[in-house]
């Protein structure tokens, strides 16, 4: 079974996506979290 993420993480995961200037897979490496790309 995968990772279950809350509201808040994909929030804050979406926010700083879209304001960091880094890429999908830099934010999901950054967040330890290397399948968030398919969440954001």
Not at 12 to 36: C, E, F, H, M, W
Request: glycine letters at 10%; aromatic letters at 2%; charged letters at 30%.
């Amino acid at each position: 079974m995968g990772l279950k993420r809350t509201d808040e993480f994909r929030e804050d995961a979406v926010q700083i996506a879209l304001t960091s200037g880094l890429t999908r897979k830099q934010v999901a490496g950054d967040l330890n979290r290397p399948g968030i790309t398919r969440d954001l």
